[in-house]
């Protein structure tokens, strides 16, 4: 008994021992950055449906191409570094982005056979306004860390690891045609025509990648570090489910429509790269 409560004593000291020289060689760093972020978000989806008319036997088709681009924009990140030696670590990074949306769309073209006092068609292309919108990209990172010296108080640091991407975003104008066919008097038909600019979002989705990034830092003081990095964060495609938003001037139920469009989803490739400007505390 008292053989074992010895040696469990000496183990205790041991680990002591070896522990205080590497708590001291332990660094600790937090912080944050502004970024400028250039997404690889570049889509497209075809719209393709039967507009609904009331008022009689009908045949219709509507088809468009709408295109969805990320622009350049600006983030957020926040970083959390645990060195050991001042040589090697981990580190924990999150980023945010709110990217604005645009892309040329295809003309709307809209063709509807119907019969009054005999067989009629009614067809119309129109030019369609470009795209517009915003989505937000949020990156949760783990990474293994190096850190090279390249001179007096200023060090390259070498990082990558993996990254769960998460995105969603909201976007219009996607169309929606709908006819009613009235027969007022005997002799007399009048067809009433419905169009709507739609707005749509996407996701949200979450899916895992990796990222791998370098890093110029400046020892402005023991404490104080500033650093200017750049870095890649790569995810393969997702499906984003689209779904139908409310919005001023839409007077039809959202559900019939969705329905009625078929609404599928977006493919979108959530990567991304970023430059990034940092202040950092150590210790």
Same mark, same amino acid.
């Not at 959390?80 to 001042?86: D, G, I, K, S, T």
């Not at 559900?255 to 969705?258: D, G, K, L």
């Given at each position: 008994m008292k053989t074992s409560r010895f040696a469990g004593i000496l183990t205790l000291v041991a680990l002591l021992a070896f522990?205080?020289?590497?708590?001291a060689q332990v660094r600790v760093e937090f912080g944050f950055g502004w970024s400028l972020v250039a997404p690889t978000f570049n889509s497209s989806y075809v719209s393709q449906f039967s507009p609904p008319m009331t008022g009689g036997p009908y045949e219709s088709s509507a088809a468009q191409t709408i295109n969805v681009k990320g622009k350049l924009g600006y983030g957020i990140t926040g970083m959390? =570094? &645990?060195?050991?030696?001042?040589t090697f670590g981990v580190q924990l990074l999150v980023d945010y982005s709110r990217p604005s949306l645009g892309g040329a769309n295809s003309d709307y073209t809209v063709t509807l056979d119907y019969v009054t006092f005999g067989p009629r068609t009614y067809t119309k292309t129109d030019a369609w306004p470009h795209t517009r919108g915003n989505f937000s990209e949020t990156t949760y990172s783990f990474n293994g860390l190096v850190r090279l010296p390249v001179?007096?108080?200023?060090?390259? =640091? &070498?990082?990558?690891?993996?990254?769960?991407?998460?995105?969603k975003g909201k976007a219009m104008p996607l169309g929606?045609?709908?006819f009613t066919l009235e027969n007022p008097e005997p002799d007399t038909y009048q067809l009433s025509i419905?169009?709507?600019?739609?707005?749509?979002?996407?996701?949200?989705?979450?899916k895992w990648g990796f990222n791998v990034g370098a890093e110029l830092a400046f020892e402005v003081t023991r404490n104080i570090i500033v650093g200017v990095d750049a870095r890649w964060y790569q995810c393969g495609?997702?499906?984003a489910p689209m779904h139908l938003v409310a919005n001023e001037g839409l007077t039809d139920p959202l559900?019939?429509?969705?329905t009625t469009l078929g609404l599928g989803s977006l493919t979108i490739n959530p990567s991304f790269f970023r430059a990034c400007a940092s202040l950092r505390f150590a210790f």
């Open positions: 522990a205080g020289p590497l708590a959390f =570094n &645990l060195l050991f030696a001042e001179a007096q108080y200023l060090t390259l =640091n &070498l990082s990558g690891g993996a990254t769960s991407f998460y995105l929606y045609w709908s419905k169009t709507y600019q739609l707005v749509y979002d996407f996701g949200p989705q979450q495609k997702l499906e559900e019939p429509i969705e």
